[in-house]
């Protein structure tokens, strides 16, 4: 319908639900790289206010709180996790009801947000380690503790995150979704597919008109049932934002 457009800015997640039962589209602000605020709490609450709901505490370099996963070496002496401010930024992000977003954040920066945050975090757009080994994915001991931390990984479909190669298949990104929801359940599993960021995708998941053949695939598959795959297409981001929210107003 051409006379459905993008005109709502999302601040809580019950809009996102009026949005759908209206027919509307609607968009989430976040901010991609805790570089964005200069280590300044009072911009981090200025974002807020401008309507961003999720923060990535890292892009593609470390903040002076935070490292990224391009140094995800234990010998990158830049790479230590989450400072003493790193962990007051997930407090004061906790405090707002701002999401902890951990996609492009360095495996020890995972783990250490992990054990601070009180509310679930996010990885928008992150796959799984164990089936491509780049730092951009989510080793097995990390979702575990998204699991406990009642988070959720948002399966990212860049084919050198899917396969660690140029070439990928709706399969490659199948085995990402079932594989993370066998080691964290499937209350954690999302899709983040990064369409606006990668220039390589996968076979049968060019864009976003392929969601209906992916779900349909898992249906067919006999492994998921019609209320789990409602959680991956968004249950189960909804339940994560509710509960940030929740977190806030305690």
């Given at each position: 319908n051409s006379r459905r457009?993008?005109?709502i800015k999302?601040?809580?997640f019950t809009g996102i639900r009026e949005a759908h039962k209206s027919g509307r589209i609607a968009s989430l602000i976040g901010v991609e790289g805790g570089h964005s605020f200069g280590s300044s709490l009072g911009v981090l609450r200025m974002f807020y206010g401008l309507g961003a709901r999720y923060l990535t505490l890292?892009?593609?370099c470390h903040t002076p709180w935070a490292g990224c996963c391009l140094g995800d070496d234990s010998t990158d002496p830049e790479n230590q996790g989450?400072?003493?401010f790193g962990r007051l930024v997930v407090r004061e992000l906790n405090r707002l009801g701002m999401l902890v977003d951990l996609s492009h954040t360095s495996f020890k920066t995972m783990e250490h947000a992990l054990n601070v945050s009180t509310a679930p975090i996010i990885f928008s757009h992150s796959s799984a380690f164990a089936l491509c080994n780049s730092t951009r994915n989510v080793p097995d001991y990390i979702l575990k503790l998204v699991a406990l931390n009642g988070g959720i990984v948002?399966?990212?479909f860049y084919t050198y995150f899917i396969s660690c190669n140029q070439t990928a298949t709706m399969e490659d990104v199948i085995a990402h979704i079932n594989?993370?929801?066998k080691v964290a359940g499937d209350d954690h599993v999302g899709i983040g597919a990064g369409y606006d960021g990668i220039n390589t995708t996968p076979s049968g998941l060019e864009d976003v008109s392929h969601y209906p053949e992916l779900l349909?695939?898992?249906l067919a598959s006999g492994e998921w049932t019609e209320l789990q795959l409602k959680k991956l297409a968004g249950l189960n981001l909804l339940r994560v934002m509710s509960?940030?929210?929740?977190?806030?107003?305690d």
């Open positions: 457009l993008c005109t999302m601040l809580l890292t892009h593609t989450l400072s003493h948002m399966v990212n594989h993370i929801r349909a695939t898992l509960t940030a929210e929740q977190v806030r107003q």
